[in-house]
């Protein structure tokens, strides 16, 4: 449940135990590396040896993940882990700080322990090259102190925050778009979680992913230090955290806003995991799935090469963006972006009367231009499983 006052003052300070125990007393090396915490009497060498005795895991190794590695490292966290499944490419380096050049191409995980390393031989990175879901969540939390979560996706948030709630552990929470990012503390043990301030996930297409909409680049960084800041807050003990509270920072403007966040007292616990595509509305049930409207990427080379030598005849469009169609496209697409497919404007340019296919990104957009031309009367229409970047993974590139 959100108040929809804007706070004028600092809520009343709420004192939460500290996360974290303190390890043994730090080595000489470590007590020259450190000296500045030290020297604040808030965290000094007692807090010191807390974050080195802290195990925290962060979701994402992209926009929000790379700053927040890179000073969790510097700050003397004892044990980082990481879940991603990606690769670096060239578009990540405009705000994936841990990423560089000669890293494109190489597993997110195997750049950012490099990097962390480089900064810190004295962290235990620990990586977890999965996707996360309900299968594996509880088992990789579990090993953790605190979470960060850095996702661009709402299915992995809600993933994130019911996993989070019944292990009884705290994690921190960003988001950006564009010019706007967020940040705040959930813990359902003492506060509000994820689901007090988002109960109902936006409907699908209605809040773009950062590859859809564009980031600003150094808001992962403004957003990937307070992450930090309220994680070494929980592992010590000190200050004020973000629990119930939602910063709101727009960059344009260089304004923080504070939203206070209060616990729905009505809202049903949360007493297990569920399928969090489906409850975000990007799937259909798994036992009820229709893969009838899916083409795979194998398929569709197949395809072109068919209409190629005049045996097959269908229309390939592609809906995203202009920007990104002149970055990259499949050959022998046409370009009419969703917006125009949902709101009917562009349907006089989708022919009727021969086979079409949908490809985005990685699907979600295609799926949803595939209901609304269905039901604009459209019947032979199926999509591209996991979009271009299926497209572009099929050879290796």
């Known amino acids: 449940m959100v108040s929809l006052i804007q706070s004028t003052a600092p809520t009343a300070a709420r004192t939460l135990p500290p996360l974290v125990e303190p390890g043994p007393p730090l080595p000489a090396e470590d007590l020259e590396r450190y000296s500045r915490h030290a020297l604040i009497p808030e965290i000094g060498l007692t807090g010191q040896r807390r974050l080195r005795n802290a195990r925290v895991l962060v979701i994402g190794a992209g926009g929000l993940g790379s700053p927040a590695l890179l000073y969790l490292a510097a700050a003397g966290v004892g044990t980082l882990g990481i879940i991603d499944d990606d690769t670096v490419e060239l578009s990540n380096l405009q705000r994936q700080v841990i990423h560089g050049v000669a890293d494109i191409g190489r597993t997110k995980l195997e750049s950012a322990r490099d990097s962390i390393t480089a900064i810190n031989p004295g962290v235990d990175v620990v990586l977890h090259p ?233 699907g979600a957009r295609s799926a949803q231009a595939l209901a609304s031309l269905g039901a604009a009367g459209y019947d032979d229409v199926v999509h591209l499983d996991g979009g271009i970047d299926a497209w572009h993974r099929r050879d290796g590139q």
């Open 130 to 362: 999965v996707r996360l879901d309900s299968t594996n969540a509880l088992d990789i939390f579990a090993d953790y102190d605190v979470i960060l979560d850095g996702a661009d996706n709402f299915a992995t948030r809600y993933l994130v925050n019911d996993a989070a709630a019944l292990l009884g552990k705290p994690y921190v929470w960003g988001s950006i778009l564009r010019f706007d990012g967020q940040v705040s503390v959930f813990w359902d043990k003492f506060g509000p979680n994820y689901r007090d301030l988002y109960p109902e996930p936006p409907a699908p297409g209605t809040v773009p992913s950062c590859a859809e909409g564009g980031v600003f680049g150094m808001l992962c960084a403004s957003i990937g230090a307070m992450m930090v800041t309220e994680a070494v807050k929980l592992i010590t003990g000190i200050g004020q955290t973000l629990l119930g509270r939602l910063l709101i920072f727009d960059a344009l403007t260089s304004r923080w806003r504070e939203i206070r966040i209060a616990k729905d007292p009505a809202a049903a616990p949360i007493t297990e995991l569920i399928d969090y595509e489906y409850f975000c509305g990007l799937s259909a049930p798994a036992e009820g799935a229709d893969d009838g409207a899916l083409i795979t990427a194998s398929q569709l080379a197949s395809r072109l090469a068919n209409r190629e030598r005049g045996e097959e005849n269908f229309v390939l469009i592609d809906v995203r963006e202009p920007v990104e169609f002149e970055i990259s496209r499949i050959p022998g697409s046409v370009l009419i972006p969703l917006a125009g497919i949902r709101d009917g404007s562009a349907l006089g340019q989708v022919p009727h009367g021969v086979p079409l296919i949908l490809h985005c990104k990685a």
